[in-house]
């Protein structure tokens, strides 16, 4: 997390306010005549960013936006906000104060689209502090938001940027031994977050063919991860799961990918399991009354050494048999021993979290997440409303009977690679192989890792799940 969020008593230095355009008595106490005609016109003319520079400080205002619609009224609020980052970053203000005098309290949403829209990945510049925002430190009025909710924003903002860093961190420093690293060292951070890491030795006498299979082709061994919370005063009696897709860098093994547009960003192919890292750090930070275990198979796809091919059968943990019939399907085939390894737990629920599909992400691009799966209705709808609330939002996609036969062998029990439709839904047919419990896929290809910024969303990784997640556990408990 790049900025510090405090609230305070007494806002002193540099400010920004949140206003709309029915009321501005407030005016008065902060501008000139001068300046409040300047902000009266622009309103008129839809202007909803002003920054008014002064001797002893500045002036930013912030006018949301007419929107009946709460969840796009949320959104705007987030995305103006980052917008309105840039110029206050531009004139290189390092502290500011913000108040609330709209009628519509949004101060939540701009704090969240200030502190996100301000994170950047500096670790690998020798001079970061060119490349620093300027802004460090954001004070909120005490009556503009509680002490709780600054609490819970600070938890979540500093997730999705653990999540981003995960993501953004290149194979060279970020491959699926120092992963387990790292996830060991978050679980040093939090009391009651225990962090079990099997080496590949475990992995092969748990019998993980899938995981195992798809690291032949790699120089470096796989490693199994296993996050656990569980508090005394968990709600649930029996867990629920969080399963992440580990592949560090994807090649295509094999069946190789097309360097030019396609592998040059391939360490984002980890973002389930950044998701997964990142939930279960909020989870720990929060100390929510839930028993929450996340589960990654960590390993990256290449194509040296042994690697599995086209026409290779594996048999997976469960004892179902793969035929290979392209390596870079390999992401279902990590998926598949998580999958079968959480049964161990009995769980309430199991959600896993994958960029496994080009489909998905050309199916509704990067402005939503597939789901699909068999859990209750009622957890469906819970998501779905977390999925507009912090505009994570998900679309729901069959898991017909006849997608399943795409996903038929005439060599082995099931195939890795369906036909040419609905590829995102023949990937879900392949995973449901492996439960037997309450269970949701979530395909994050699309809104996971984005080529350009996109409002508070920064270029690169975006941390997508971990905000989603959150809120739906949030309420769960």
Known sequence: MNTTLLRTESIEGHLLIISDDSNLEWADHYLDPGQITVLATGIRNEV???????SDRFVCILVLKDEKDETYAREDARIDAADLLEKINGYKLKEIGVVNHSEVNRTYEVLEGLLLGNYKFLKHFSNKDKKR???????VHS?????????KLNTVVSATCTARDF?????SHMNAVTFSEAVKALGEQYEGLEVEVYDKQQIIDLGMGGLLSVNLGSVLPPTFN????MPENAKNKKPIILVGKGVMFDTGGVSLKPTAN?????KCDMAGSAAVVGIMKAVADAKLPLNIVGLVGATDNRPGQDAYVPGDVIT???????????TDAEGRMTLADSLHYAKKYDPELVLDFATLTGSAARAIGPDGICYMGNADSKIKHALEVSGRKVYERLV????????????KSDIADIKNLGGPYAGMITAGKFLEHFTDYPWLHFDIAGPSYLHKKSGYRTKEGTGVGVRLIFDFLENYS
């Open 316 to 326: 997976t943990m469960s004892g179902i048999t793969v035929e290979v019939l392209n």
């Open 167 to 171: 993501v953004n961190e290149p194979h």
């Open 262 to 266: 396609s592998m040059d960003y391939m």
């Open 133 to 139: 925002n300027s802004l460090e430190k954001v004070s």
């Open 396 to 407: 729901e996609f069959p898991m017909w009977r006849e997608y399943g036969d795409a996903i």
């Open 226 to 229: 296993i996050m656990e919370w």
């Open 48 to 54: 909803r960013e002003f920054i008014f520079p002064g």
């Open 143 to 151: 009556g503009s938001m509680s002490e709780a909710d600054v609490s």
